[in-house]
């Protein structure tokens, strides 16, 4: 069964540093999403992107952040400067039609800002 | 703003039936889904309702009723493996796009 892949599992960085997190989307769909969950919190939207650009994007999702999808099948995250309060899990997801269809998750990617 | 409201907690027996309330004050509304999280897993996809009503899907019923801002999921015949955070999250036609509930955390005992 197809399935939405995440790496790493963890990233451990140092405040200030760039991280980029990598997820690649079930094949066929053609929407994309980044969340991410504060541990002990809730699942907050970052951008969704959609025929290569950012289609919605929440107020978290400021100049620190960008997403890009760099070849067919990869999309990724980049945060340009972390910081301690970025220390989350990031789930990326894809659906197959628009966001209003069953959204796919990956596994997540636990980032540690130290 | 936006808002989405759950009850924190819940316990029930295994077998019986349980009803999980979401609440929300959003605008721009598209619909409403809801989603099973496992402890330290990713969220999976239960339902998603747009029209006002009941959709039976198995073991699994949602509720929306747009007209009060409110959800409900059923889940009937519980089973162990149904202890999990169960997230509800609003789908916007714009901006923000999708707010996520707190989550509501169910314990099921034998």
């Known amino acids: 069964e197809p399935e939405v892949t995440q790496t790493p599992s963890h990233q451990v960085t140092q405040m200030g540093q760039e991280v980029i997190l990598r997820c690649v989307p079930i094949s066929n769909h053609l929407y994309f999403y980044w969340y991410r969950q504060i541990l002990g919190q809730k699942v907050e939207f970052l951008v969704s992107?959609?025929?290569?650009?950012?289609?919605?994007k929440s107020e978290i999702f400021d100049d620190q952040f960008s997403v890009e999808r760099p070849d067919g099948s990869n999309f990724t995250l980049k945060i340009r400067s972390t910081k301690l309060e970025d220390s989350a899990m990031y789930f990326c997801?894809?659906?197959?039609?628009?966001?209003?269809?069953?959204?796919?998750f990956g596994p997540g990617t636990r980032l540690t800002v130290l | 703003g936006q808002n989405i409201d759950q009850p924190t907690e819940m316990t029930a027996t295994e077998g019986a039936i349980v009803q999980i309330n979401c609440t929300y004050q959003?605008?721009?509304?598209?619909?409403l889904f809801w989603y099973q999280q496992h402890a330290g897993e990713a969220p999976t996809f239960l339902s998603y309702n747009v029209l006002d009503g009941l959709e039976e899907k198995g073991r699994f019923s949602s509720f929306l009723s747009r007209s009060k801002g409110y959800s409900y999921l059923l889940l009937k015949e519980l089973q162990m493996k149904d202890s999990a955070s169960y997230l509800c999250?609003?789908?916007?036609?714009?901006?923000?796009?999708?707010?996520f509930g707190p989550g509501t955390r169910l314990s099921v005992l034998p």
């Open positions: 992107f959609y025929n290569n650009e950012i289609s919605e």
């Open positions: 959003t605008s721009g509304f598209n619909g």
């Open positions: 997801a894809s659906s197959e039609g628009t966001p209003a269809n069953e959204q796919f």
């Open positions: 999250a609003a789908f916007l036609n714009y901006g923000q796009n999708f707010v």
